[in-house]
Nanobody, 114 residues
């Protein structure tokens, strides 16, 4: 049974940095795509960034130049380095992985204070 476990969320001041990690367990196969989505209170869940198995990346316009996604295929782990954080980045961040079907993590809270 595949499980995604996120870590690294927390409270940070505007302009600060956080690094999120998402480790996948229960599978020895590499995921096709891994990524991060976020959901602010009262809003829909939106894409933040994705990375393919080969390393191609895709970012939401709101985070381009500030966030960097990366993955370690050997560890089935995806990371999100978040710099220059803004209060509008406050949300629950969810890890997503695709391999025959979509898997979601439980989410980790990121709060950016002004």
């Amino acid at each position: 049974q595949v499980q995604l476990v996120e870590s690294g969320g927390g409270l940070v001041q505007a302009g600060g940095s956080l690094r999120l990690s998402c480790a996948a367990s229960g599978s020895t196969f590499r995921f096709d795509s891994m990524g991060w989505y976020r959901q602010a209170p009262g809003k829909q869940r939106d894409l933040v960034a994705t990375v393919s198995r080969g390393g191609s990346t895709n970012y939401a316009d709101a985070v381009k130049g500030r966030f960097t996604i990366s993955r370690d295929n050997a560890k089935n782990t995806v990371y999100l380095q978040m710099n220059s954080l803004k209060p509008e980045d406050t949300a629950v961040y969810y890890c997503r992985a695709l391999m025959h079907r979509v898997y979601w993590g439980q989410g980790t809270q990121v709060t950016v204070s002004s």
